[in-house]
């Protein structure tokens, strides 16, 4: 991509490759996610080099930790950083790129005070405690109840798919304050302390074996009302802004998601045959993503925000992912379920298994599609009948 940058975006890569080639070294083999606190003690340290330097909210003010840069800075960083192994997962962006901009956009100077600095060096990792068995694309049929007692909330419910709740310092939290009014009226956003009685955090096992997401069950839990962030009933405004940042940041490059060039050459190492006619079609889709996000950047470059737009990115990337995986393991036969130490082959797995979590994480294929259809092509909204009536009354 360097041959797209202007001057000064060149300076900026060579001296963000410079310092990655002294401080990221020791990232250049995969890290085990499942050995949890070792990966957690490492996400820390990488935040807090990162922060050190700068980099870890480049955008910011100088004043506050950043380097006063541009989002065309943030994206050579991150496209720089992916040539590395580095612990740049959820667990650290739930904090830095959600939970933090929520707080600075809708949180009292004290709040910001409280929580930006230890975020940005690590020192506080978050989740998000949003979906429910029963809210999730629908998040605004949250269940979990808050209710006011003196200066606390009492908080009871159950949320789910929480990723890293089992390690997090604190989490965010939408409940609902009021049932009597429409669904999306009666929603409060909330910071909790995760070390707090009352909290029971519960691993899912996933399909690949790790367990990083949770079942959260909160049972009597208090929570200060000073930790509340916005005005009461006011949670869906604030927690658009967290889900706007997750849906912007949920592809990234990586050295651990494999591409059509690997593909097309574990077909021609297996000596099988090739699907000519579906090899060009995911050839034509990472040619036509590559050249989709030129123009996100260009846009990024003259400060404006993509929107709605921007979900096509993950839409096309989470479904090819799986495909050209799907068609890597197929030509492996059953080489392809047992990798045996084939590092190729260990992309195409966590390929396969990756898109399949990220085709639903941060808005499914179908909430995307609904969402270019409406934003982006202007066709007419979904009918939504319980929109004015109070939650109370919604079966
Ligand atoms: C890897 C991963 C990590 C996650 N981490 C977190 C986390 O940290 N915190 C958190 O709060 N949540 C997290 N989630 C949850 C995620 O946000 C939800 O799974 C997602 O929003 C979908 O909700 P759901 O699973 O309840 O499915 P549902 O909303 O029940 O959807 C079921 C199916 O119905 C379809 N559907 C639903 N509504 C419509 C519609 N209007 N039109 C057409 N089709 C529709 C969906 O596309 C889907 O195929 C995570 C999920 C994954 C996979």
Redesign the pocket.
């Given at each position: 991509m360097d041959f797209n940058d202007s001057p000064q975006e060149a300076q900026f890569r060579a001296e963000v490759r410079s310092w990655l080639e002294q401080q990221a070294g020791g990232y250049r083999q995969p890290l085990d996610t499942a050995d949890v606190s070792g990966y957690t003690a490492k996400a820390r340290d990488w935040q807090r080099k990162k922060a050190d330097a700068g980099y870890a909210a480049i955008r910011w003010p100088r004043a506050e930790g950043g380097l006063d840069g541009t989002p065309m800075m943030e994206v050579i960083f991150a496209e720089e950083e992916a040539r590395y192994h580095v612990p740049v997962g959820?667990l650290v962006t739930?904090g830095t790129t959600m939970a933090v901009p929520t707080i600075r956009k809708h949180g009292s100077p004290e709040q910001i005070e409280q929580f930006t600095r230890p975020t940005l060096y690590g020192d506080i990792l978050w989740?998000?405690?949003?979906?429910e068995p029963s809210?999730?694309?629908?998040?605004a049929n949250v269940r979990t109840r808050a209710v006011r007692d003196g200066d606390d909330w009492v908080i009871n419910g159950q949320?789910?798919?929480?990723?890293?709740a089992h390690v997090a310092d604190w989490g965010i939290l939408l409940a609902r304050t009021d049932a009597n009014v429409p669904k999306h009226k009666g929603l409060t956003f909330f910071l909790v302390d995760m070390r707090s009685a009352g909290i029971d955090v519960r691993p899912i096992q996933q399909i690949s074996g790790e367990s990083?997401?949770n079942e959260v069950f909160l049972t009597d839990l208090r929570i200060p009302d000073a930790n509340r962030i916005g005005a009461v009933g006011e949670g869906w405004k604030v927690a658009i802004t967290t889900l706007m940042n997750e849906r912007i940041n949920a592809v990234g490059d990586s050295l651990s998601l494999p591409s059509v060039p690997e593909m097309l050459q574990q077909v021609r190492q297996s000596g099988k045959g090739l699907d000519k006619h579906r090899a060009a079609q995911l050839l034509t889709q990472e040619l036509g993503l590559r050249f989709f996000r030129f123009r996100l950047l260009t846009s990024l470059s003259k400060g404006e925000t993509p929107g709605a737009i921007s979900a096509m990115s993950k839409l096309v990337h989470a479904n090819m992912l799986q495909d050209l995986s799907a068609m890597a393991l197929e030509s492996a036969g059953l080489d392809g379920i047992c990798a045996d130490g084939d590092s190729l082959m260990e992309k195409f797995q966590h390929g396969y298994d990756w898109a399949a979590?990220?085709r639903?994480?941060?808005?499914?294929?179908?909430?995307l599609r609904?969402q270019i259809a409406e934003r982006v092509l202007g066709l007419p909204g979904?009918i939504r009948v319980d929109k004015d009536i109070p939650f109370s009354e919604c079966r």
């Open positions: 959820p739930i989740c998000q405690l949003f979906s809210a999730g694309s629908d998040l949320k789910v798919w929480t990723s890293w990083e997401f979590a990220l639903i994480a941060g808005g499914t294929d179908e909430i609904n979904e």
